[in-house]
Structures are given as structure tokens and as C-alpha cells.
């Protein structure tokens, strides 16, 4: 007997059976068969899912289709060969048609195709239906949008590859915990809005009185007039930053602002127009306090954290050690002294054919450099010029990095602008920056799609870089990973982090054995004949008050733990001095009792 089922199988799937992925194999029809995946299947087969046909019994129906309709269904194989064959390879749907209307009168007509993608349904639904065959062509229309009813579209496979876009498009609760834990552990900066209406400037700019580029103060009986005719205005210079306009003798209003503004290297004699910032001191205050505060809630939830993945297990309990630094030439210096990062931090003084205060390194020079030795696994961010973009991801590939991500540093002015004339670039002028961020190995402890891959910040001085990117490397790595930064100076010395640089002052080491690797280092420089090294060490000699040893667990090496209570109220007394003198008084006060 023939199974009119799947004949009307055969005939709604034909296109999908023969095609990839399904490629006529015969146990992948068979069980897109049994499965009801299709509308037309899925009726016909009613309780099917649950009874099951056996694989035998589909073989057979196939072969009484076969014997009725000879040639309607060739195999890859002979049928007169024993074996039985495992590939369809043709489907003739107009025999099997024709066999399908035997058992249901005019249910397929000769002059109609099969298969949705040959009919134009919009002007077959817009077209007026005939009253007698209204029922045939309601029937026909379920057949052609057969699609649009599909519960479980797609052939198996197709409904597995689905599935398994679908988990892969699923992020998993580790990003969400990671942001959520960044969100409330991660200190704040203080944040006062900037005044966009140039009116009010312009108002300041007739009640202040500026000194040698600064404001001295502001004369509040023309600051009263001003309210008068301008509500709202003490109300925006109160709980507001505003630039006022600096004009001198020499200033031309017409020429628009400077590109460089407090960048300026001739301010005094710059004819464009610069601006003054206006913060009151109750405002600023008030933003101090309230961050204070804000930092202080976030202090306290840091000893409890109830998502701990990338973390150090003694995270509540254990400190970041003091800002270390080594005063050298880093093409000269061995890295093997400073031992394994997990994170690393390198802006080399890529040469950009300019004059700049500060030398360059050739390109020759930096390839040379022997990163590959500074990690096992890990990641690593390289800034880059424009020009030598290609020569960094060279350069990453030679040290066993790949390149994972760019992160572009958009450069903002003093008064929170996009920096339109930028001080570089040949074709264009350049108002950003590149950092290639590159990853060794296989690291299953970082923090994952916690920062995005833009930074929006001011720039300061010539090559000085957004501190944004140290939280973004303690928020991948973790806030003990040990952190390294090449090519460093004094204002890139932070607590946690490791510096090396020719630009430093002095050295100053808390790890044990880096110290004593770096102390055969120099001896053995001297005993070459090598110069020795011209910086001074900062004493560092034990004190009971202000020192104590701590065992740490990681690496098995005692390390000296500096207790910095009340540094920042001695610190402020010194600011008036000389930045050397100022640097070793601080360091006197750091380690003396």
C-alpha cells in the first residue's frame, strides 16, 4: 500500500531534501520525516512524534513509491544491489504528483508550481477569489505560505546551526556580574558640567579682573546687572564651569579660537582668542565632598565581593604595593630583572619625523626589543601613530601577540571639544590616537566586555597619555595583577604599577628579588666596563612604624608594605617647591619616622 504521507513529503521538500545540508542522505529524511518539521509533514503525520516510525518501514513505503512510479526517486546506488543505498539523488515531483492525485483528486494541479518562490503571492492574495473554488485556493495558499506557520523552521541541521548561533549571540552572566562588580568598586572622578552658552562668557568676561593669566577676582555689582537682565545667570556661574575669554593687547577676535588653547606655547604673544577656566570655590567644594563620599561607599563594598572570577583569592585583605620604578635605557636593559606581567603598557617614542622635546627610537631599534620575555600570558597595550599602525601589529606578531582590539583615543580640548586642528598628520589632521591591544596565550582570568574601545579625554602635555587606561587594564586583569609600563616618566608612577624609562628620577624597587637581580645587573655592568648608573636609589631602610612584611602567597617572596597615612596632607605643604627638591622631600617624609 502507498503512503500517500510521504509522497505529499516528497513533493512539499523536495528542493530542501536534495540540497545541502540535508544532500539526500537518507537517514537525514528520514528523520526530518518523523520530526514534523514542516507544515504539510506535521499535519499529515498527527501523532507521529510520538509513534515513532521505524527506519525499516520508511525504506519499504519508498520502494513501493518506486515500484508504482518507476524513476520518480533515483539513489546514489543500483537498487538491484544488495546493499541498501544512503543517498537520494533526484526527485521526479511531477510523477510523484501525479501519484498523490490518485489519492486526493486535483490537489495538485498540472500548471501549478510547487514551491513558494515560483508564485508572486502578493497579486495572488490580491486577486479576487472564485466563490466555487474558494476552498481549493484557500488549500493552495496554506500550501505556498506553509513557511509562515512553521513552528520549528528550518531542516534539522539548519534548526541545530540555529540553536548554536544562538547560544554563541548569548553573553554570558560573567559580563554582567563583571560590569556590575567594575560599576560598584571602581572609584569615581569628580564631575562639574561645562557651560555651553557663549553669552554667559561673554558676561564674565566684563566682571573679572586676570593677572598674568589668571582670574583674580570678580566684581559681583556688574555680576547683580547681568542677573537683572538675564535671569538664571548666578544660578549657571554658582553650579557651572565656564571659559571666559582671555583678551589681550595683541588678540584678534576675528581669527576665531586658538587650535592649541591652554596648550599653547606662546600663549603671551598668540593673537587667536584662549580662555580661562571659572570654577567658584564653594562648587568646587561641594563636587570634592561629594565624591569623596561617593569613593568612600565604594571603598566599603571592595572587602565584599560576592563575584569574585579574575580576582585574587586574598582580594579583601591584601594591599597594591607602592608606585616602583627603574630609571634606564630600555634597549639596553635586561628584562628578565623585573620578572612576569600580566598586564603591560608600552608608548615607545615612535620616531614621526617631527621636532619634539623628548628623543625617538627607530623603527629597528623597537622591533629589537625583547617584550616576548615579559609574559607567559597576558595582555599587552601598544600605542601607535598613524604611521606605524602596521608596524605595531608587526611588531605584536613577532613578540607572540595577536592583535584582539584598537582603541581609539579621542582627543578632547580645554573646553571639551573634539580637537579639530590637530598638531600631526600629512593628508588629514589627526584629533586621535591608536592603541593596538594585543593578547598571549590563552588567559582565563580576564574580565571580559567590561570598557568599550573609545577613550574621550583632554589632552596635557606633548605625549602625555589618558590615565583612563590604567583603569581599564586593573579592570581586565585584575587590581593585584602584577602591571608593567615601558617608556614611562615620573607622572606615570602609580601604586600597583611597575615603571621603566630613561625619563625618571631615580629608582625606587619594594620587590625583593627584583631588586637583587637588578643589583648583580649593575654589578655586573660595572665589572664590564659599563657605565654605571647616574640616578640616585632612594633609601628605602626598614622602619617598624612605617614598614612591615608581608609573606605573599602568589609567588612565595616577601615584598614591603608602606603605610601612606596622612601623605596627602604632607604632600600639599610641599607643592610650592621645586619639582626635584619637592620629589626628595617626599620620599624623605615616605620613609623616615
Not at 492574495?125 to 474558494?134: L, T
Not at 597576558?378 to 599602525?389: D, K, P, Q, S, Y
Not at 577613550?455 to 590604567?470: A, C, F, N, Q
Not at 654605571?532 to 605573599?552: A, L
Amino acid at each position: 500500500m502507498i503512503n500517500d504521507k510521504l509522497v505529499h513529503f516528497l513533493i512539499q521538500n523536495y528542493d530542501d531534501i536534495l540540497r545541502a545540508p540535508l544532500s539526500g542522505q537518507l537517514k537525514d529524511v528520514y528523520s526530518l520525516y518523523v520530526s514534523g518539521g514542516y507544515e504539510g509533514c506535521a499535519d499529515d503525520l498527527g501523532d507521529g512524534r510520538k509513534n515513532l516510525l521505524q527506519f525499516e518501514q520508511f525504506w519499504n513505503d519508498l520502494r513501493d513509491i518506486i515500484l508504482v512510479t518507476p524513476k520518480s526517486i533515483q539513489f546514489e546506488q543500483n537498487l538491484l544491489v544488495a546493499e541498501r543505498p544512503e543517498k537520494i539523488v533526484f526527485l521526479d515531483v511531477f510523477s510523484l504528483k501525479i501519484l498523490y492525485n490518485k489519492f486526493h483528486p486535483l490537489y495538485y494541479a498540472s500548471n501549478l508550481p510547487c514551491s513558494s518562490s515560483d508564485v508572486d503571492l502578493s497579486s495572488l492574495a490580491a486577486a479576487e477569489p472564485d466563490p466555487k473554488g474558494s476552498h481549493l485556493l484557500g488549500r493552495l495558499f496554506n500550501v505556498l505560505n506553509w513557511d509562515e506557520n512553521v513552528n520549528n523552521q528550518g531542516l534539522p541541521r539548519e534548526q541545530l546551526s540555529n540553536r548554536l548561533q544562538t547560544l554563541l549571540r548569548e553573553k554570558p552572566s560573567s559580563f554582567q556580574l563583571a560590569k556590575e562588580r567594575a560599576k560598584h568598586t571602581t572609584e569615581v572622578i569628580e564631575y562639574i558640567p561645562i557651560c555651553s552658552d557663549y553669552l554667559h562668557a561673554s558676561l564674565l568676561s566684563t566682571s573679572v579682573y586676570i593677572v598674568n593669566n589668571k582670574i583674580v577676582s570678580l566684581q559681583w555689582s556688574k555680576i547683580s546687572a547681568c542677573q537683572e537682565n538675564h535671569p538664571g545667570f548666578i544660578e549657571c556661574i554658582q553650579s557651572k564651569i565656564h571659559f571666559i575669554p582671555n583678551i589681550k593687547p595683541q588678540t584678534d577676535v576675528s581669527l576665531g579660537d586658538c587650535s592649541y588653547l591652554d596648550t599653547c606655547h606662546k600663549l603671551n604673544t598668540c593673537r587667536y582668542v584662549h580662555y580661562l577656566q571659572y570654577i567658584p570655590s564653594c562648587l568646587q567644594e561641594q563636587a570634592d565632598h561629594s565624591t569623596e563620599s561617593h569613593n568612600e561607599e565604594i571603598e566599603s563594598n571592595v572587602p565584599i565581593p560576592f563575584y569574585t572570577l579574575g580576582n585574587c583569592s586574598a582580594h579583601s585583605i591584601k594591599k597594591s604595593l607602592p608606585a616602583q620604578w627603574i630609571r634606564c635605557d630600555v634597549r639596553k636593559f635586561d628584562f628578565k630583572i623585573l620578572g612576569k606581567f600580566s598586564v603591560v603598557i608600552a608608548d615607545p617614542a615612535w620616531n614621526i619625523h617631527m621636532n619634539l622635546p623628548y628623543g625617538t627610537c627607530n623603527d629597528i631599534e623597537l622591533l629589537g626589543l625583547p617584550l616576548h620575555e615579559l609574559q607567559d600570558e597576558g595582555i599587552i597595550f601598544l600605542w601607535v601613530t598613524g604611521r606605524a599602525i602596521e608596524l605595531g601589529k608587526e611588531s605584536l606578531d613577532n613578540w607572540g601577540y595577536k592583535v584582539i582590539n584598537e582603541v581609539s583615543w579621542i582627543k578632547t580640548n580645554q573646553l571639551g571639544r573634539t580637537i579639530v586642528t590637530g598638531r600631526t598628520g600629512h593628508w588629514l589632521n589627526h584629533s586621535k590616537e591608536h592603541l593596538l591591544v594585543g593578547l598571549k596565550g590563552n588567559p582565563k582570568w580576564i574580565n571580559k566586555h567590561i570598557d568599550i574601545d573609545l577613550i574621550v579625554s583632554m589632552t596635557r602635555e606633548t605625549s602625555r597619555k589618558p590615565d583612563e587606561l590604567y583603569g581599564i587594564a586593573e579592570r581586565m586583569a585584575g587590581t593585584h595583577a602584577r602591571k608593567l609600563e615601558i617608556f614611562g616618566r615620573d607622572h606615570n608612577t602609580r601604586p600597583g604599577w611597575f615603571t621603566i624609562g630613561n625619563q625618571l628620577t631615580a629608582n625606587c624597587i619594594y620587590e625583593m628579588d627584583v631588586e637583587r637581580k637588578y643589583q648583580e645587573f649593575m654589578k655586573d655592568k660595572s665589572r664590564n666596563g659599563g657605565p654605571n648608573s647616574s640616578s640616585k636609589k632612594i633609601d628605602k631602610k626598614s622602619n617598624s612604624k612605617f614598614q612591615q612584611q608581608y609573606w605573599n602567597m602568589n609567588n612565595n617572596k616577601y615584598y614591603m608594605e608602606n603605610k601612606q597615612n596622612n601623605m596627602d596632607k604632607k604632600q600639599s605643604s610641599f607643592e610650592s617647591k621645586q619639582p626635584q627638591q619637592q620629589f626628595q622631600t617626599l620620599n624623605n617624609l615616605y620613609f623616615a619616622q
